[in-house]
């Protein structure tokens, strides 16, 4: 979905680097969400954003750290990269009324 | 939490054929149901999603149902076409609470021409 774009689309690092995944959006949602997805794994929540000054841990935060800097602006971070950090990452917003949530196009990560 | 398990993981139809994946759920709060497409190299899709008032649903070729008894919910394709092949998501929510989704594990469909 156009509205909400993420960069960069594909990464590799190595191990203990540290790694920004940014994402923005256009739809003038309040809540944002970050999302790892691993092969048979689904997609697991890391950390969600309801408005600026409202950060909440999801299912899998260790390892990871969020910033939400605007409205539209919700960043990801991996202060310390590891191999099992390797995985496909996902923005998403969310209207309340609708409980639908948007998704970017993904941000490949692979750590080395 | 909430767990959301999804059956089946593959699934390969003829084109025409008819496509059904189940979910169940755990939490009995839970009462917003979506499924979702992911198609290569893109995210997930909202292609229908139904509430806990309603027992189903249907888009054009699209049905979903929900049994809230048993705490299963089903998205059905009929008049199967190529470009349904995808992987498919289905999620729960309990939307009154801030819309935290819980998603299952995907089904990888694929529709053979």
């Known amino acids: 979905d156009a509205d909400v774009t993420q960069t960069p689309r594909n990464r590799i690092t190595k191990t203990g680097k540290r790694i920004m995944l940014e994402c923005s959006q256009t739809?003038?949602?309040?809540?944002m969400y970050w999302y790892r997805q691993d092969p048979g794994l689904g997609l697991q929540l890391i950390y969600y954003?309801?408005?600026?000054?409202?950060?909440n841990k999801g299912e899998i935060s260790d390892g990871y750290s969020v910033s939400r800097q605007a409205q539209a602006k919700f960043s990801l971070s991996l202060e310390s990269a590891i191999p099992n950090q390797t995985a496909l990452y996902f923005c998403?917003?969310?209207?309340?009324?609708?409980?639908?949530?948007?998704f970017g196009p993904g941000t490949r990560l692979t750590v080395l | 939490g909430e767990n959301v398990e999804q059956h089946p993981s593959t699934l390969s139809v003829q084109e025409g054929d008819s496509a059904v994946i189940k979910c169940t759920y755990s939490?009995?709060?839970?009462?917003?149901f979506p499924w979702y497409k992911q198609e290569l190299g893109k995210g997930p899709q909202l292609i229908i999603d139904?509430?806990?008032?309603?027992g189903e649903k249907k888009d054009q070729r699209i049905a979903v149902t929900l049994n809230k008894t048993a705490k299963h919910f089903s998205l059905h394709i009929t008049e199967t076409q190529p470009e349904d092949s995808a992987v498919y998501f289905c999620?729960?929510?309990?939307?009154?609470?801030?819309?935290?989704?819980?998603f299952g594990t995907g089904t990888s469909l694929t529709v053979i021409p």
């Open positions: 939490d009995s709060a839970s009462n917003y």
């Open positions: 139904i509430r806990s008032n309603v």
């Open positions: 954003s309801f408005d600026v000054k409202d950060i």
């Open positions: 999620a729960a929510s309990k939307g009154n609470t801030g819309n935290q989704f819980y």
């Open positions: 998403a917003t969310s209207d309340p009324d609708r409980h639908t949530q948007y």
């Open positions: 739809k003038g949602h309040d809540r």
